[in-house]
């Protein structure tokens, strides 16, 4: 069966956008009830888990990333806590506004009392003994678990450009989908070719690998970058299961709508909109470039998502260097990187290329700053919609967002 648009008529769009905007508000209002009763008082007592914990440079303190049942915010204290660690804090409330609750905010501690030291986990143990380098000790379990990096390597991450390549995202759930569905597969096939061969392979394969992959989620302490791509992912499979056409703009505005009503606080996510924008570029390339073979599709997406992405990087992030120009290249290989690391690490080989990527990451990365002015960002922005109506415009695109660096 052909595919269809998710909206047949504009009777339906506006009907639909109408009923985006009551159940984004009722959610937004929803928060402005928790908020409210949060800062009821002066004082909020919070039994939260530390998200992140790091000393802060020529400083006697640690800045701490909480999260509890409705707030993640960070502090300081003193004392050495670790990632996993349960805290009972008590928190001021006077300085939170509805704007800060929502973004994300920073509150100076009345008291923190540790209710119990983080367990050692034996899975994240068995991944970290295989690794002497600290260097590899931090990127794989970064990697795999979704834990803080030191200052040091974050920034030489950042010089490369691959900084969605350890921090987990849709990416990388896409990957181990593929791998599970791989792996999955035969062995479904198998029960289901002797017991139950009405059932829908694709649908049941579908429920296991999202139920899989939610446990994983679930692990690493639903990080804001997994929650987002697991949700969409959730989403775009739904529609695709009513036989939704999927690579469609409407479609990505219906997902990014429903996610944000789900999650209010996104909208304040940079990683979410970075994200969006990643998928809306692929979308674009899709749409007027589909008729390529699948091999060019496979090489040129990837240069063009790191093209295109880069007026919007840089209006957030200063750092460039020529270095980055080979993300294309590294995306590309990670596709076949990341699951090699995951099958040694399995088996217990997973130092074996640690002399490598120690060796990459001393490299000496020179930088320079360079930033997406607003005007440009605007116009950029504008045109990138523009080119979804007019192909020729989407052929330029490139070259306008390359401009970035003349100006």
């Known amino acids: 069966m052909k595919s269809v648009p998710l909206f047949l008529s504009k009777r339906e769009t506006i009907s639909t956008l109408l009923v985006i905007v009551v159940l984004f508000l009722s959610s937004l209002s929803y928060e402005f009830y928790k908020y409210k009763k949060i800062t009821t008082y002066s004082l909020h ?6 998200l992140n914990s790091y000393q802060k440079e020529d400083k006697d303190y640690r800045v701490l990333k909480l999260k509890s049942k409705d707030l993640i915010f960070y502090t300081t204290n003193q004392k050495a806590l670790g990632r996993g660690d349960k805290v009972k804090a008590i928190i001021y409330t006077k300085n939170i506004n509805f704007y800060s609750y929502l973004k ?3 509150t100076p501690l009345k008291s923190l009392h540790v209710k119990s030291k983080a367990e050692k986990n034996s899975i994240v143990d068995f991944v970290q003994t295989q690794h002497s380098s600290l260097v590899t000790k931090e990127i794989y379990s970064a990697l795999f678990f979704a834990m803080p990096i030191s200052k040091e390597l974050r920034e030489n991450i950042t010089k490369w450009g691959i900084t969605h390549l350890v921090a987990i995202s ?6 181990l989908s593929a791998i599970l569905f791989f792996l999955l597969k035969p062995i479904y096939a198998f029960f289901q070719d002797r017991y139950f061969p009405y059932r829908n392979r694709t649908a049941d394969l579908a429920f296991i690998v999202f139920l899989l992959l939610g446990s994983y989620a679930y692990f690493i302490d639903m990080t804001p970058s997994v929650l987002r791509a697991y949700t969409m992912s959730l989403i775009g499979f739904f529609l695709f299961s009513r036989n939704v056409k999927i690579i469609s703009f409407g479609t990505l505005f219906f997902t990014v709508s429903m996610v944000l009503i789900l999650f209010p606080k996104l909208m304040f996510s940079i990683a979410f909109w970075f994200s969006v924008s990643g998928v809306f570029f692929i979308f674009l390339f899709l749409y007027h470039f589909s008729n390529l073979s699948k091999v060019s599709i496979f090489i040129l997406l990837h240069f063009w998502v790191y093209v295109l992405m880069l007026p919007i990087v840089h209006f957030v992030f200063e750092v460039f260097s020529v270095y980055q120009l080979f993300s294309p290249f590294l995306s590309m290989l990670f596709i076949l990187f990341y699951p090699l690391s995951l099958a040694l690490h399995v088996v217990g080989l997973g130092a074996v290329m640690d002399s490598f990527l120690i060796w990459f990451f001393s490299l000496h990365v020179e930088i320079d700053l360079i930033v997406t002015p607003l005007w440009f960002f605007v116009s950029y922005i504008m045109l990138s919609l523009l080119a979804i109506r007019f ?9 306008f967002a390359f401009s970035l660096f003349f100006i």
């Open 104 to 106: 994300g905010f920073y």
């Open 170 to 175: 849709g990416f990388h759930l896409g990957i």
């Open 391 to 399: 192909r020729l415009l989407a052929f330029f695109l490139p070259l």
């Open 45 to 50: 007592v919070a039994n939260a888990k530390v």
